[in-house]
């Protein structure tokens, strides 16, 4: 079955700090990933997403992505985070084959960037 | 461009009755999906809809069952509520469409806040 997984589910940082934050998926075949942020008391808002092509995507406010198709995996990155990142991250993504299409989200993680 | 709306933002029913809630997509978005977030299991997804039919379904009980409009708008009905249904509904749409059934970026609705005593 398919599955997401992101390992950390709370981060602490001081800002200026690095940030990278895991997500696995289990499945062979295609699919398509994103990664989406929650401010508190805000909407979800897509981050970045990756559909085919160079395997390092970039996305709003400084944050990237690389996907490494032989992990499975599609880890967020940004290299100096700032006290307005503290939200919750969700890594999703869309398995698709020729007779299904399903669209998970991981755990989340809770970054706090202290000041 | 509005965004997704929801309706209502915030509701308390009580164990056994049923509820409807309502999602208006982005003008010209053809596909909605719901999920449910809860602290426990995160977000999940409960099905998508795409031109009035249902696509694609999550795995949940039938008590959870949706319809969508000629004008992509969707609504989704639980039905005999349980204390563990509590949790943030959320709808999204996209573009849909395409043959491969790509999902396209999914656009998010604040929620509706379901309380169930």
């Known amino acids: 079955a398919q599955s997401v997984s992101q390992h950390n589910h709370h981060v602490i940082l001081s800002e200026a700090a690095s940030l990278e934050l895991g997500c696995n998926y289990s499945?062979?075949?295609?699919?398509?990933l994103f990664w989406y942020v929650q401010y508190p008391g805000q909407h979800l808002q897509l981050l970045l997403k990756?559909?085919?092509?160079?395997?390092l995507v970039k996305g709003i406010k400084g944050f990237e992505a690389e996907f490494i198709k032989s992990k499975f995996s599609f880890n967020l990155r940004k290299p100096s985070v700032q006290w307005s990142d503290t939200a919750e991250y969700f890594c999703?993504?869309?398995?698709?084959?020729?007779?299904?299409?399903?669209?998970?989200f991981g755990s989340g993680t809770k970054l706090n960037v202290k000041p | 461009k509005a965004g997704v709306t929801q309706t209502p933002r915030y509701l308390i029913k009580t164990r056994g009755q049923q509820v409807t809630l309502s999602c208006s997509p982005i003008?010209?978005?053809?596909?909605v999906s719901w999920y449910q977030q809860t602290p426990g299991q995160g977000l999940q997804f409960l099905f998508e809809?795409?031109?009035?039919?249902?696509?694609n379904k999550g795995n949940f009980p039938g008590r959870f069952s949706g319809r969508q409009f000629s004008n992509s708008r969707s609504e989704m009905n639980v039905s005999t509520l349980e204390l563990g249904d509590s949790a943030l509904y959320l709808c999204a749409s996209s573009l849909g469409g395409g043959g491969s059934g790509t999902y396209n970026e999914q656009f998010f609705g604040p929620g509706t806040r379901l309380t169930v005593l």
């Open positions: 809809y795409f031109s009035e039919t249902q696509r």
């Open positions: 990756y559909f085919s092509g160079d395997p």
């Open positions: 499945y062979g075949g295609t699919v398509n």
């Open positions: 999703a993504v869309n398995f698709f084959s020729y007779n299904f299409n399903k669209f998970y």
């Open positions: 003008s010209g978005h053809r596909s």
